[in-house]
């Protein structure tokens, strides 16, 4: 089954951290550009089976919810959709109101992912977020008045004068609301980020290394006690309520990308459409390719994919399904190299599998670096 993801590149500020593809929201252009993804849309379709939809952005929320619906409409006629197929928005708190969710439901979305970053006001300013913790506690609480049963809220660690009290006091927020999904990310704050010069100017810090390590596992315990189920580095959920469209990105699946800069993978070849939202625009009209990339992956590259992306999940890499797919015998090729990782209760090897411990999660990448390796034939 296929995964769809939809981008959609508008904001109606750009935040301080921000390394997205995305840019000012500006109506008119986003009237172009929805006429553009419907095209791109029809194009590609060729009636393959389908099981979710993932609207990501930028923020997708700013769109009007009869246009949401258009775009899922081509999607069913261009795709073969399943009928119980996972259709989420991403949303940002600001954008909520009443009638905008009710009718996004209406439209077909059934699930809602809300940045919402963090609870705590002073943490959010740093950021130069739209919304307050109370705008983001009203959101959840309209998302389920319109009826969303599966509500992912999103937080970022490791903030700019954040301690490791204050990013537990919103994971606590977070588990008193109760979503039915939760991602935590580690702030990345890529060079040229305009957070960085805020805090040079302000004198703001983050706390040492060892302080996000508790961060990380303090988050997840709590998220533990609270009945979620992690299944990801990152990702946690209530049983059965897992991403199934990230899954597809973490289980060697396929999914196509539409809109500027999304990228595509299948049947062993990766595109990435072109990144700007006006160029797109012009490529659509002109009846030309969006494609500014196009690769067969090798089997290397396949593979060394397969691996990392499984390992981040914590049900690991199932070493039947990696020999069965690209014919490597993982524990008999990589095992001596493996071996330190699993002593060290980083890693454990059941004979069938490989998995990270969530102690070995913190230092995933270490693990991952022993599989850049000899190639693959
Ligand atoms: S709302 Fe999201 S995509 Fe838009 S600028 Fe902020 S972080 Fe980036």
Known sequence: MLGLYVHIPF???????????????????????????????????????????????????????????????????????????EITL???????????????REAGV??????????????????????????????????????????????????PQQSVEQWLSSVDALIALGPDHASLYLLEIYPNAPLRDAMARSKWSL????????????????LDDAGYIQYEISNVSKRGLES?????????????????????TRRGIREKNIASTEDYIAAIGAGR???????????????EEAVFTQLRLTEGVDLAAIRERYGVDVWERYGDDLHPFVDQ??????????????????????????????PVR
């Open 207 to 222: 706390a040492p290394d060892d302080d996000a390590a508790e961060m990380y596992l303090g988050a997840m315990a709590r």
């Open 110 to 159: 059934n699930r809602l992912s809300f940045g919402v970053q963090s609870f705590r006001d002073d943490e959010l300013l740093r950021l130069s977020r739209l919304h307050s913790a109370a705008r983001a506690r009203e959101a959840f609480q309209l998302a389920r008045e319109a009826g969303f049963d599966n509500v992912s809220l999103d937080l970022m660690m490791w903030l």
């Open 244 to 264: 199934r469209h990230n899954l597809k990105y973490w289980r060697d699946g396929e999914w196509l990308g539409f809109g500027c800069g999304a990228h595509s």
């Open 289 to 303: 390719s969006v494609e500014s990339d196009r690769r067969v992956l090798t089997a290397q590259e396949r593979f």
């Open 11 to 85: 904001c109606s500020a750009i935040c301080n951290y921000c390394n997205f593809n995305r840019g000012l929201f500006d109506a008119d252009q986003k009237t172009r550009y929805v006429g553009a993804l419907l095209t791109e849309i029809t194009r590609k379709g060729d009636g393959s089976p389908a099981d979710t939809i993932f609207f990501g952005g930028g923020t997708p929320s700013l769109l009007d919810p009869s246009e949401i619906g258009t775009i899922i409409d081509a999607c069913r006629t261009s795709f073969a959709l399943t009928a119980d197929a």
């Open 345 to 374: 209760r980083m890693l454990i090897y059941d004979g069938g599998a490989i998995r990270l411990t969530r102690d070995g999660m913190l230092l995933a990448n270490e693990v991952m670096s022993v599989f850049i390796g000899p």
């Open 90 to 104: 991403e949303a940002n708190p600001e954008t909520a109101t009443r009638d905008r969710l009710r009718a996004f």
